[in-house]
């Protein structure tokens, strides 16, 4: 199977991945989702209001007399649109980075939907009280004028050549840990085009670049108000092995604290794109949603729906954390066995 080329190489799109802590709350997740099965969900994310300061202003042919006064009038309107970030700072453990913002959830969520729309994407689903909204797969495109050439689709639509690669990303808000801040992570997934032995054009999975993602990072903080160069080390994470006891049941060892291991975990959930029912940080538990086969890993053709029924543990320990996956019976079998073993690749330190 050969790379697809098509056009030129243009400019890649930037992201970066991450989670988080959130103060726990269950709630109905199944309500209020555009497309629930495609979210992760935090819960006690508070879902703002629908009114006047959540409508974006719609450009017209409008009378033509009213002159200054429809300008007026829509500059009126667009002021409350978008809030005035109290303030904004990235912090980064290892390969880990996300945004912790000093505002409420309602302001942030507005802020964060509106770059995604600024920067090109549609959103496929969202979820506000989740604190999750994820964008379509965007093809990257070059301009003709950066090639030489015209457009690859021959429309002439001035769209550009197809450099053969597409995006998607997901961003989650989360409450973090100090009061009235919030914590952004992202995460990218990305598709490279291929020819098959018919000639027939293929999308698969292309390599994560974590440097992609923390250029998408800055974007969004520069567009919270941030400062990119300001950047707040913490503490990097202890290493992370996977085990397997007598009985045969197999876990993750994390040389780290409670609250980073839970944020690791997290965050390789995100990169996983697994979908999660709710969570209870007082306890550990990810809750997780039915996962398909096809993914970064395999499952067996049994796991089927059952699949809903499946938990991911972080057991604190101190200076030191252990992770499970089981049944919600708290029984192992091959599933949870290749759900661990995929969760253990994606563990950053």
Same mark, same amino acid.
């Given at each position: ?53 959540? /409508? ?10 009213? &002159? ?69 797969? /965007? ?144 306890? &550990? ?12 890993? /395999? ?51």
């Amino acid at each position: 199977m050969k790379v697809l080329q098509v056009g030129m190489a243009g400019a890649l799109l930037v992201s970066l991945a991450g989670c988080g802590l959130f103060a726990e709350k269950h709630v109905d997740y199944q309500a209020g989702a555009t497309q629930s099965e495609s979210l992760e969900v935090p819960p006690d994310l508070s879902k703002p209001v629908d009114g006047e300061l959540y /409508k974006v202003p719609q450009g017209g042919t409008g009378n033509p007399q009213a &002159g200054k006064a429809g300008v007026a009038n829509a500059a009126t309107v667009e002021k409350p649109v978008l809030p005035v970030i109290s303030g904004v700072h990235l912090e980064r453990a290892g390969a880990q980075r996300w945004l912790v913002v000093q505002d409420t959830p309602e302001n942030v969520w507005r802020v964060v939907k509106a770059f995604w729309t600024e920067n090109g994407f549609v959103l496929g689903s969202e979820d506000q009280s989740a604190g999750i909204m994820e964008t379509n797969w /965007k093809e990257d495109r070059v301009k003709p004028a950066q090639t030489g050439g015209a457009d690859a689709s021959g429309s002439g639509s001035g769209e550009g050549l197809s450099s053969g690669e597409r995006d998607q990303y997901r961003s989650r808000l989360e409450r973090g840990k100090e009061a009235g801040t919030v914590e952004i992570y992202l995460s990218h997934r990305g598709l490279v085009a291929t020819v098959d032995a018919h000639q027939a054009i293929q999308w698969l999975p292309r390599a994560n670049d974590p440097e992609l993602e923390a250029q998408m990072l800055q974007r969004l903080m520069v567009r919270l108000g941030g400062n990119p160069a300001v950047e707040v080390a913490v503490k990097s994470g202890g290493e992370a092995t996977l085990q397997v006891a007598d009985n045969g049941v197999g876990s993750i060892l994390i040389k780290d604290e409670f609250d980073r291991s839970w944020r690791r975990v997290g965050l390789a959930i995100d990169r996983l794109k697994w979908v999660l029912d709710d969570k209870d940080r007082s306890k &550990g538990i990810y809750f997780l949603k039915p996962i398909k086969a096809g993914g970064k890993f /395999k499952l067996p053709k049994e796991a089927g729906e059952s699949m809903a029924n499946y938990r991911v543990l972080v057991q604190d320990g101190g200076a030191t954390c252990t992770v499970l996956v089981t049944a919600a019976d708290g029984s192992s079998d091959a599933s949870s066995k290749l759900l661990l073993e995929a969760l253990y690749k994606n563990i950053q330190p």
